[in-house]
């Protein structure tokens, strides 16, 4: 960045302040809500450790396929043109603005037991509902559009200048991929999954809605902490506490991504 | 694309606006001017219908007086009263929430039982596991769905499993009622543990299976006056009609039993 030298209108921090102050607030109140004297044996029951492991298994599978689908479905978007590209575009991108429930419902509705590829897959042997897979849809679903739209912002900034020389060098398509595309954008592919992942790690709404809830198999840790808080909100902070440092692990890594850019 | 997405956004939020405003012209229609007296009533979640109907009957009879219904999970309830929630009155789906708010010292007078519940099956309309009675229930390859043990529809369902000696092996325990409900009309799941008025609300929608022992797992609904209200004589007058022949009758008329 070259503008660093500009400075900024004074006003600008008061609003900049209260919008951080406003993020940063919630926070504080729950790192003081927390019962410390208790902390360890509250996030460490049976409970809580399965739903810990269960999230960032999951978690991880998902952003995989994030990497898997997300990144040619970038590529398409970025680099080619035809007619519809931007109504494909916001349909791709639509879970990031549908709200959760809606998105579990809707994958209910495909591959749920009665839903359109439901017999088929029942037929085959093949049931999701309930089981870990269902997860790792739900997930999957809301964290796509995150890899997509950081992609495609890389992509499209980086521009094809070197794609086109190394094409005009005789470099066969998949070749300028491998080696010219893809090491081009790796900082917003990195910035992509770390999104995807943060995503897939807080996503609550669709899974309970397609997945159900059962210690080891369905119940990540956000749907252990809406459940702890029936009975036991200590436990529930507590886990809360836990998401929120791994969470800031996570995007601190992002940020490192983008730093070395 | 920034400008693709922020345009996404911005029709969200438009959607979303113009909802909320027709919303509100809705409601305003009713003539809302600064004159009338609100009464915010908490109550469980289960009672979203039969209270509803109970307001209407309580707005009638009280001209100047709105009822505002806020409704949820027993102990969401609870803890939002603790945290300061501007409520009148509380009604709560089982006597352990109520007792968390009585030892919290926030109630006007004491607590009065109005209704109960029992537990039902409930199965997709076409019962594809041909399920009869709760042993049923544990059958191999049976899906059943469950509320955990954690929220009340679920405490009840593990005293049941104790009284017929029948160990269930859920596929999934789910945080509500109404999440076990939707798993079962979506024929995700062959039968659930529910309350006989969440079966009779659902309609068509699941077949309810009625079983023998489910009259030894009663859930009894307290209701109670707030100590912070500031309209004390009004919440005391709604607690007394729902425990009256008005609230009464809507009450059995959705399948709630007498406390």
């Not at chain 1, 005789?170 to 999104?195: D, E, H, K, M, Y």
Request: proline letters at 5%; glycine letters at 10%.
């Amino acid at each position: 960045m070259s503008d660093r030298t500009v400075g900024l209108p004074r006003w600008i921090y008061v609003p900049a302040v209260l919008g951080a102050a406003f993020v940063l607030l919630p926070l504080v109140a729950i790192v003081a809500k927390v019962d410390w004297t208790h902390f360890g044996s509250l996030i460490t029951s049976q409970a809580s450790r399965d739903a810990f492991v269960l999230s960032l298994k999951t978690s991880a599978i998902s952003t995989g396929l994030c990497v898997v689908f997300g990144v040619p479905m970038a590529l398409v978007l970025a680099r080619r043109d035809f007619p519809g590209l931007a109504v494909i575009r916001s349909l791709v991108l639509l879970p990031l603005v549908l709200p959760p429930v809606v998105g579990g419902l809707a994958l209910l509705y495909t591959f749920g037991r009665r839903g359109l590829l439901g017999s088929t897959l029942d037929a085959a042997g093949i049931q999701i509902a309930f089981t870990t897979i269902a997860v790792v849809l739900a997930q999957t679903f809301v964290a796509l559009p995150f890899m997509v739209v950081s992609l495609e912002g890389a992509l499209r900034t980086g521009g094809q200048r070197y794609e086109v020389a190394a094409a005009s060098l005789g470099a066969r398509p998949t070749t300028v991929f491998r080696r010219i595309t893809l090491p081009l954008v790796v900082p917003g592919l990195i910035s992509g999954a770390v999104l995807a992942f943060a995503r897939s790690l807080g996503e609550f709404g669709a899974t309970i809605t397609f997945a159900g809830s059962l210690q080891g198999r369905t119940r990540t840790l956000p749907l252990e902490i809406y459940l702890q808080r029936e009975t036991d909100p200590d436990a529930a902070v507590a886990l809360a506490l836990v998401l929120v440092v791994v969470a800031v692990l996570v995007i601190g890594l992002a940020g490192q991504g983008r730093g070395t850019r | 694309m920034r400008t693709r997405i922020l345009g996404l956004l911005v029709a969200a939020l438009m959607v979303a606006g113009g909802a909320s405003a027709c919303g509100r012209s809705d409601s305003g229609g009713g003539g809302g001017s600064g004159s009338k007296t609100t009464l915010t009533v908490f109550a469980a979640a289960s009672l979203t219908s039969t209270f509803q109907k109970i307001g209407d009957k309580f707005e009638d009879e009280h001209p100047g007086v709105k009822v505002e219904f806020s409704f949820g999970g027993s102990s969401d309830l609870v803890s939002q009263i603790q945290q300061g929630a501007p409520a009148d009155v509380f009604a709560s789906a089982d006597t352990a929430n109520m007792d968390k708010l009585t030892a919290a010292n926030l109630q006007a007078g004491d607590p009065k039982n109005f209704a109960s519940n029992t537990l039902e099956i409930a199965t997709p309309p076409d019962n594809p596991a041909d399920i009869a009675s709760f042993a049923d229930l544990a059958k191999p390859g049976v899906k059943v769905v469950v509320c955990a043990p954690e929220v009340p529809c679920g405490a009840a369902a593990v005293k049941m499993e104790s009284v017929t000696g029948v160990t269930l092996k859920p596929v999934s325990e789910e945080e509500s009622v109404t999440d076990v409900l939707g798993k079962v009309s979506s024929g995700e799941a062959d039968a659930g543990l529910v309350y006989v008025t969440d079966v009779a609300a659902a309609g068509d929608k699941v077949k309810g299976v009625p079983f023998p022992e489910s009259n030894k797992v009663v859930n009894t609904y307290p209701i109670v006056a707030l100590k912070d209200s500031k309209h004390s004589d009004i919440a005391q007058e709604f607690v007394d009609t729902v425990t009256g022949e008005t609230g009464q009758s809507i009450l059995a008329a959705a399948g709630f039993a007498k406390p």
